[in-house]
């Protein structure tokens, strides 16, 4: 069992907007949408799949956009030692021609709501991570980082 738990993440954006899970959990807050890796999935697999799950909505997995690492021995203050390592990798994401995101028929706990917040409304909210700067900063730049899937690579054979 590895000691860091992989977590597969949608960034949705459309008209300005990027699609958000609405949670209510002591107040409400949003996360892209996505969750852990699981056992026999690639994670662009893992990515749709999540997506799915969490807003109904069916999408093309693009390009890796960011990562973002949450190392709890690294936080500030007392840590629970039993947090998990998380690494998050975030896929541009787009919509599937008629698929529109909605709350699914049995939502995660806490769950209330998907939902289109426009860019410029980012900074209204929160989102947890708390990741707003670095995703204005992908939707100006959009440098793209290369997912290379070894199973899909030219294999080298020694002669």
Same mark, same amino acid.
């Given at each position: 069992?590895? =000691?860091?738990? %992989? ?15 609405? *949670?209510?959990?002591? +107040?409400? =807050? ?6 852990? !890796? ?27 956009? !960011? ?7 690294? &936080? ?11 690494? =998050? ?16 028929? *049995?939502?995660?706990?806490? &769950?209330? +709501?998907?939902?289109?917040?426009? %860019? ?12 707003? &700067? &670095?995703?204005?900063? *992908? ?5 793209? %980082?290369?997912? %290379? ?11």
């Amino acid at each position: 069992m590895s =000691h860091v738990r %992989i977590r597969c993440t949608g960034l949705i954006i459309e008209k300005n907007s990027i699609l958000l899970v609405e *949670y209510d959990d002591n +107040g409400i =807050h949003y996360n892209l949408p996505g969750g852990g !890796l699981e056992t026999g999935e690639t994670i662009v697999e893992g990515v749709a799949r999540e997506v799915f799950e969490e807003t109904t909505a069916d999408v093309e997995v693009g390009p890796l956009a !960011l990562i973002y690492e949450f190392p709890p021995h690294k &936080q500030s203050g007392d840590y629970d030692e039993n947090t998990k390592h998380g690494l =998050h990798l975030i896929f541009e994401c787009t919509l599937k021609n008629g698929s529109i995101p909605k709350l699914p028929e *049995y939502p995660d706990l806490y &769950q209330t +709501g998907v939902k289109w917040i426009p %860019i410029e409304e980012l900074d209204s909210i929160l989102l947890l991570p708390n990741i707003i &700067q &670095q995703i204005k900063n *992908y939707i100006d730049n959009r440098r793209n %980082i290369e997912l %290379i899937e070894d199973y899909q690579l030219e294999k080298l054979f020694k002669k």
